[in-house]
């Protein structure tokens, strides 16, 4: 089964619930493509021995990997942390994460500026593009374990909102630009 992912209600309610638009407004992989996310269905049970990982970790050139569990009972001052997740910002580089357990949301705004809230669960990883818009959150089940995938020593600078004149917001935005009517593959 594919990811899920629609476009988010403009609510300000408890951001781990769903959010969606009443009726609810799905957004296809072509969708997610289009605004440069990518995304696999992977084995998240075997992952030390997933050849498909490893032809995708080779092939984009993700040679640091590290696990992360989030969750209140394993993470200090977790509600902070959430909410800082959950700032909207960009970053410099790609954004790597694979679910290996739980489930949780990445926030991506398409190029209509719009919400889309991106439910990830075991076996999903998703590729966010350096320079668009993001945040993240838990949803309701307060856990999930990610691979978080880099390419080199991991960065994890985030640029709050505004940044339309970061280097990889400008370049995010001309290739948007570029890219109107090719969608990129989804697997």
């Given amino acids: 089964m594919a990811i899920e992912a629609w476009f988010m209600d403009e609510s300000d309610g408890d951001q781990r619930l769903p ?45 640091y990997m590290d696990l992360l569990d989030l969750c209140p009972e394993k993470v200090d001052n977790y509600e902070q942390k959430l909410k800082n997740f959950y700032t909207e910002h960009i970053h410099g580089d790609e954004e790597i994460r694979y679910c290996l357990e739980g489930s ?58 505004p940044q339309e004149e970061h280097p990889a917001r400008k370049q995010y935005a001309r290739s948007l630009a570029e890219k109107v009517g090719v969608a990129l593959a989804a697997h």
Avoid at 31 to 42: E, F, N, P, R
Avoid at 129 to 140: C, N, V
Avoid at 143 to 149: E, H
Wanted: charged share 30%; aromatic share 14%; glycine share 6%.
């Fill in 19 to 63: 959010h969606h638009r009443s009726p609810p407004e799905f957004v296809s992989l072509d969708h997610l493509a289009d605004a440069g996310v990518l995304y696999w269905k992977l084995n998240p049970s075997d992952y030390e021995n997933d050849e498909e990982l490893r032809k995708i970790r080779e092939a984009r050139g993700y040679n």
């Fill in 104 to 161: 949780g949301y990445f926030d991506v705004r398409d190029k209509k500026d719009r919400w889309i809230r991106i439910w990830i669960k075991p076996g999903d990883l998703i590729v966010l593009p350096a320079g668009i818009y993001h945040r993240f959150t838990l949803d309701t089940s307060n856990y999930i374990k990610l691979m978080r995938l880099f390419v080199g020593e991991p960065v994890w600078t985030a640029f709050n909102r």
